[in-house]
């Protein structure tokens, strides 16, 4: 289409198609901003990828996803004598009215209104968030995207903002009124006077914090320049009293730590290379130990330690790209999975008693709460959705999304997350015996929920990663055959004809540029041929010109 043209199509097509003939829809990404930006009103100000995705679904639904190659196929052109003389600019607008016969204005509109209907219809069929346990104020924040009570529960360390305008996350202790008793946080109401904010640090981070078992220090993972100038995560050790960073660990790609329950050890998620594994450190990070041995595509976060320090809950996605619960000894031994299903289990919790586990699940197609005996061991084969023995217990079945957060010292209760679907996320506490009977999939019109499912009927073929790529031995380039257009303008005024055209060959090793202009009133012609080649150091360049002087400048001002 030339680069020109390119900027004529919208960025939700171009992102939507290739999410479209290359993922499936997923509750944790796109599926759920789309959620919180309905709820919000502001389904307009959705980011192309997410927005275009929906799009691209509906679209394929409703027309067929033959449209789409129809839509990248259309061309108008230019005839004299019923003789194709020139392709014209390729216009997005033009080519959805003629293929599909709708507008792209009439099209976003129905759109829109689609997905209204989708996500405030399943939201008037599941419980409110306010009718989840109760709230718990984390004063004097405008956002809040991670957070952790300490030990005393005096302080709570919260990942957040204070305002719209800042563009790092800082983190912050949050004191609270020292009146309530231990495991106790404001649960409503204005916030005391005495309430207090500290700043510790900021930056980019990932997950919760965590406190250390006698409330000294925080381990968070912080997204800094490693190694050769490398973008990763590591992990900080913030001293609260001291306010002082130091890095536990260098150049080690590791998120998700956790303080052992007798403070001696810190585990944490690292993967170095392809494969993620379970890692003990003591708080120095002088002596470090690979706790699991998992090889090949396996990917490990959220580990929490049992209360007895024996035994790791964490979340495993394995090559079959599910992710489930699983439960390994803290010498390594005795893995098994808690959950097996087809939707994502993830961010597991101990009950403080040590015999529950609490999870985040996208079952029935929200993040929403569930618990699971922490005995349990699910068999080697996937059970299908919904037949697990009746021990996978529902705790909520929000519209929203909820997300385990903590288990509250001192009470037991379950500390979580919503989405962000108000000016920021809302904190609950709910009792860990909680129990909810789920509605399942929301029930209305297929037209309306169909879209959610779509796939190509020709689907890109799958890669078989266990099998090496076929490869042809070297050998040189050759450029010819593979010149493709970057750029053709024809620009005709009043007097004359100008055309500007750039071409590339496929590794951008040589590089043509035409530019020429012809007058009507004799037909002369002026033109200037520009031709750079990088296969020689630095660059070997030749120039071509005709009679560019009127060309190039015109009443003695440069046009270039």
């Known amino acids: 289409l030339g680069t020109l043209n390119l900027l004529m199509i919208p960025g939700w097509f171009i992102e939507g198609t290739a999410e479209y003939y290359t993922e499936k829809w997923r509750v944790g990404r796109s599926d759920s901003d789309l959620k919180v930006h309905t709820y919000m009103n502001k389904i307009d100000r959705l980011d192309p990828h997410d927005a275009g995705y929906a799009k691209v679904l509906y679209?394929?639904?409703?027309?067929?996803?033959?449209?789409?190659?129809?839509?990248?196929?259309?061309?108008?052109?230019?005839?004299?004598?019923?003789?194709?003389?020139?392709?014209?600019?390729?216009?997005?607008?033009?080519?959805?009215?003629?293929?599909?016969?709708?507008?792209?204005?009439?099209?976003?509109?129905?759109?829109?209104?689609?997905?209204?209907?989708?996500?405030?219809?399943?939201?008037?069929?599941?419980?409110?968030?306010?009718?989840?346990?109760?709230?718990?104020?984390i004063p004097k924040l405008s956002s809040i995207r991670g957070l952790a009570i300490s030990p005393d529960s005096s302080l709570v360390a919260v990942v957040g903002r204070i305002g719209k305008g800042m563009q790092d996350w800082s983190l912050y202790t949050v004191s609270t009124d020292s009146a309530h008793p231990n495991g106790s946080l404001p649960r409503k109401g204005v916030p005391s006077g005495r309430d207090k904010r500290v700043e510790l640090h900021y930056g980019q981070f990932s997950g919760n914090p965590a406190w250390s078992p006698d409330g000294k220090t925080i381990a968070i993972s912080e997204y800094h320049r490693g190694r050769h100038g490398s973008l990763l995560w590591d992990i900080r050790l913030i001293d609260v009293m001291r306010r002082r960073a130091r890095w536990l660990t260098r150049n080690a790609r590791a998120i998700d730590p956790v303080w052992s329950p007798d403070g001696r050890y810190i585990l944490y998620a690292a993967h170095p290379g392809q494969t993620t594994n379970l890692y003990l450190t003591d708080p120095d990070g002088e002596h470090v130990t690979r706790l699991t041995a998992f090889t090949g595509d396996v990917q490990l976060q959220d580990p929490q330690w049992s209360p007895d320090g024996a035994q790791i809950v964490f979340a495993v996605q394995e090559e079959d790209g599910d992710v489930d619960i699983a439960v390994v000894g803290v010498d390594g031994e005795g893995y098994r999975k808690l959950t097996?299903?087809?939707?994502?289990?993830?961010?597991?919790?101990?009950?403080?008693?040590?015999?529950?586990?609490?999870?985040?699940?996208?079952?029935?197609?929200?993040?929403?709460?569930?618990?699971?005996?922490?005995?349990?061991?699910?068999?080697?084969?996937?059970?299908?959705?919904?037949t697990e023995g009746g021990e996978v217990i529902p705790m909520t079945d929000v519209a929203e999304g909820i997300y385990t957060t903590q288990i509250m010292p001192g009470t037991g209760e379950v500390v979580a997350m919503t989405l962000g679907d108000v000016d920021t996320v809302r904190v609950r506490r709910l009792p860990l015996e909680r129990t909810v009977e789920s509605s399942g999939p929301p029930v209305m019109r297929e037209r309306f929920t169909r879209w959610r499912g779509g796939q190509p009927e020709i689907p890109v073929p799958a890669v078989d990663l266990a099998q090496a790529p076929p490869t042809e031995g070297p050998r040189p380039y050759r450029s010819r055959g593979t010149w493709r257009p970057l750029v053709r303008l024809v620009l005709p005024d009043l007097y004359s004809v100008s055309a500007f055209g750039v071409w590339q060959d496929a590794l951008g090793k040589n590089q043509l540029l035409l530019a020429g202009e012809a007058?009507?009133?004799?037909?002369?012609?002026?033109?200037?041929?520009?031709?750079?080649?990088?296969?020689?150091?630095?660059?070997?360049?030749?120039?071509?010109?005709?009679?560019?002087?009127?060309?190039?400048?015109?009443?003695?001002?440069?046009?270039?």
């Open 59 to 137: 679209l394929a639904d409703k027309y067929g996803d033959s449209t789409i190659t129809r839509l990248v196929h259309y061309r108008d052109t230019l005839k004299v004598g019923g003789r194709k003389l020139l392709t014209l600019p390729y216009l997005f607008k033009r080519a959805f009215k003629q293929v599909t016969g709708q507008s792209v204005a009439h099209f976003e509109e129905e759109w829109r209104r689609v997905m209204n209907t989708y996500y405030y219809g399943y939201r008037g069929q599941k419980e409110g968030v306010e009718e989840v346990g109760e709230p718990v104020v």
């Open 340 to 386: 097996r299903d087809p939707e994502e289990d993830l961010s597991p919790l101990w009950s403080a008693d040590g015999q529950w586990i609490v999870f985040t699940s996208f079952r029935n197609s929200t993040p929403n709460l569930y618990r699971v005996p922490a005995s349990r061991a699910c068999p080697e084969s996937r059970p299908s959705v919904g």
């Open 519 to 560: 007058r009507y009133e004799d037909w002369d012609w002026s033109g200037i041929v520009y031709w750079t080649n990088a296969r020689f150091a630095p660059v070997a360049v030749v120039i071509g010109i005709h009679d560019a002087a009127p060309f190039l400048f015109e009443m003695g001002h440069a046009l270039t």
